[in-house]
C-alpha cells in the first residue's frame, strides 16, 4: 500500500537519506524522492546552551518519555552500576519527561539505592526551564529507541550514548559512533556503565564530542529542514507532473 501511494506522488519527502535509499530500491524514481532532516528548533535551544567545561558537569541526563521501549530502566541499572565504580559523588541521574512508567521506575531507583540521586523532573518543554539541567550534564543517555531527543541534546552540546542495535527513529542519523558520542551493546546495562565511565574519566575526549555535537545541531537546524523542504517543492512545480 505504501509503494502505491509513493508511486502515485510527484515528490516525496523523507527524513534521512537511508529510508530514502530504500524507497529507490524499491523502485521509486529517484528525481521524486527528497530529504529533509527531521529537527526542532535548535537555534533556540542554542541559545540557551553554555560552554562546555566537562569539569563542571558531573551529571548524566535523559530526556524523553517514560514508556517500555525506551528502558530508561536499563539506564537505572546502568548508572547504579556506574557511581559504584567510579568517585562519581557529585553525579545525580536526571530524568526529564513523563510516562506510565514513572512510578515503577522511582521504585526501581528505591531498591537501587539510588533514589536520592535520580532527579525525575516531569515533562518539562520551555527552553528556559530546561536549559540549567541541560547545562550541568556530561552526556546525553537514549537506554532505547531513540528520537528528536538526540538532536534536542545536540543543540546543549552534549555528547550522546546510543543503543547499536534499538530500532531508533531517522533521527539517529545525525549520530555518528566515536564522533559525537559512542553506542553501548543494546540491553547490557554493564556496557552502557562502562560507556559512562569513559567519558567520565576521559574529560577531553567528552568536550572533543561536545563541539562535534554542537557542529551537527547546526546541520539539523529548522532552517535546514525548511530549505529542503522548499527545494523539493521548487523542484516538483518546475519539472511538472510526472
Known sequence: MRKLYFRCADGIILYDSVRARELIDHGVSERRVFVALNSVDTRAYMDYATGF?????PNVLYIGRLIPEKKVDLLLRAYA???STNQAERSRLVIIGDGP????LEEQAAQLGIAKVVDFQGEITDPEFI?????RAFVSVGPGVVGLS????FSFGLPALVADKDNHGPEICAFGDGRNGL???SGDSADLAAKLSKLWNDRALTTSMSAAA????????VEAMAESFLRAVNT????GIR
Open 101 to 104: 512508567e514513572r512510578k515503577s
Open 214 to 221: 554542537v557542529a551537527t545541531a547546526r546541520e539539523f537546524s
Open 81 to 83: 552500576r556506574f557511581r
Open 183 to 185: 553506542s553501548f551493546e
Open 150 to 153: 538526540i538532536v534536542h541534546s
Open 236 to 239: 516538483v512545480a518546475a519539472v
Open 131 to 135: 536549559a540549567p539541567l541541560m547545562n
Open 53 to 57: 567545561q566537562a569539569a563542571t558537569r
